[in-house]
């Protein structure tokens, strides 16, 4: 891997500049606000193209990724494109020798993270994975409560949901050829705070899934994500963690419920993004508290990748984290379409 003197030495690059949610323009603010240099931008639409440029003065503009490869000297890439592109175009840059950070999901197999990591090995660069909500303040706190303080006792389930009555909007994240699936979005950041809390080697996924209600209304029609998405997965420690994503609940958890609910021997800890919840019991008597959350710091991702570059830390998400929620979900997909529990391959 190359090494650079000091953060500002580091050229970074992006590839896709959309305009949903504006996350080209993001990432090269927050590589900038760590003190990396923003140099260059891939990107099909020409309007877009013209955006880059003016929220980035002088940055070097690109209509194809081979171009921006040969011409731009980039260090550090960022794939933010559909999730069904991250792995080509990661293992293009991987393979050019370039440090290379994918938007969130990694990818949507395991086999493709498995291609992406051995072309990082291969070129001896960083794979990353852009989970900037490892530091958001609601798993901040719950990591702190419930692993290091211990607050509710042994840890033996986790409940993540998310979901309401709508149908999937007309863009590409309602297909699940080109998104996963309805799993795939919230999902892995759901199963990425679960993850911080959970201690035991994945063993194996059970997935469910139901289809077909909402498909004939959208574009996709059969290709629509599935209405609804289930998955249990078990761990050797005797733990085990579900996940739901609906569009089909009429009665969905709400916020009393909360995104996560983490059970315990002495009690649950619910949280969401904004508030958290603790529910014990004392001699026989329910005691309820609840507050709010810190403050995120996902600015620390970009900060901690810049220092890994330099040789100063250990990289926090590694491309061995960002593969434990792409094997879960991969495997849950599988199991609704064949009907039984799979093993697990990775811990």
Known sequence: MKRHAQAKDIKCGVIGYGGAFNMGREHLKGMQAAGMAPCAVAELDKARLEVARQDFPGIETYTSVEQMLRESGVDLVAVITPHNTHAALAQQCLEAGRNVVVEKPMA????????????????????????????????????????????????????????????????????????????????????????????????????????????????????TIEDEGHLVARFDSGQWLELTMSSLDSFPKGRERKWVEVTGTKGTYLFEGRTWKTVMQDQGERVEREGENPPGTGHLFYENLAAALLGKADLVITAEWARRPIHILDLAVRSAKEGRALPARYA
Request: glycine share 12%; hydrophobic share 35%.
């Open 108 to 223: 949507i197999t395991t086999d493709e993270c498995d291609r992406m990591m051995a072309a990082a090995r291969k070129s001896g660069v960083i794979l990353s994975t852009y989970h900037n909500r490892h530091w958001d303040g609601c798993i901040l706190r719950a990591v702190e409560e419930v692993r290091r303080k211990g607050v509710i006792g042994d840890v033996f389930r986790i409940e993540a949901h998310m979901g309401g009555y709508h149908k999937p909007g007309d863009w590409w994240r309602s297909s699940r050829t080109v998104s996963g699936g309805i799993l795939y979005d919230w999902g892995v950041h759901l199963l990425e705070y679960s993850l911080q809390l959970l201690q035991g080697k994945l063993t194996e996924v059970s997935g469910f899934a139901h289809t077909g209600f909402w498909a004939p209304q959208t574009p996709y029609k059969d290709d």
